[in-house]
């Protein structure tokens, strides 16, 4: 019987130690003061200022360049914000083309940039295309792709030829512009002579 009193006793000990033990780790998180979430907001981490990016193919060769006045990088959504843009595409074997705009947003883990404000795409000029100048308020460029598009009025001009539209496409890989809703088209004799050569042919 002793015995038996005695294993109540040691129990009920064990319990109080273990409830007490529970009470001061609850009291102790209590009254410690935690910080709360940080609010994830809109707001600039890190900044560069005249910068320069370079990108390269598998051979190291470059084949995008990024440059600007201002460029800062946002973490709620992992983008980049540049001033005074100018995005340069020199892949082997198609033409330059050069971005430029007074503002622009880097998203997609850098892979697409879209130009606002004053937006403006060269395509330079080789041995069988004249130059081409297309210009909107915002222009989006997909760097993978080498693809540059707008869904808002934009002017095209392609060496002495013209064309307005609402909406613009334009594949430096394969030379293929496409503007659509065309409102005023001037094309040159020497450009209509030239197409059946060309595989940079407007459509509309």
Do not use: C
Request: aromatic share 4%; hydrophobic share 35%.
């Amino acid at each position: 019987m002793k015995e038996r009193f005695s294993s109540l006793v040691a129990l009920g000990l064990l319990l109080a130690l273990v409830l007490g033990t529970w009470w001061a780790a609850d009291y102790a998180q209590r009254s410690i003061p935690i910080d709360p979430p940080r609010r994830v907001t809109h707001e600039p981490d890190s900044w560069a200022e005249k910068f320069v990016m370079l990108r390269a193919d598998e051979t190291g060769a470059p084949i995008n360049r990024l440059e600007g006045d201002l460029m800062q990088h946002y973490p709620d959504d992992d983008s980049y914000e540049i001033t005074n843009p100018r995005a340069v595409g020199q892949r082997a074997g198609t033409p330059v083309t050069i971005g430029t705009a007074r503002v622009a947003v880097m998203d997609q883990d850098a892979n697409r940039i879209i130009m606002r404000q004053d937006a403006h795409l060269h395509r330079m000029p080789d041995g069988q295309r004249a130059a081409m100048d297309v210009r909107s308020e915002e222009i989006i460029m997909l760097i993978d792709q080498d693809l540059a598009y707008t869904d808002k009025p934009a002017q095209v001009d392609q060496g002495r030829s013209r064309m307005n539209g609402t909406g613009m496409r334009y594949n430096n890989k394969t030379r293929q512009l496409e503007v659509h809703s065309a409102t005023d088209v001037q094309i040159s004799g020497a450009e209509t002579r030239s197409r059946n050569t060309r595989t940079d042919t407007p459509s509309r």
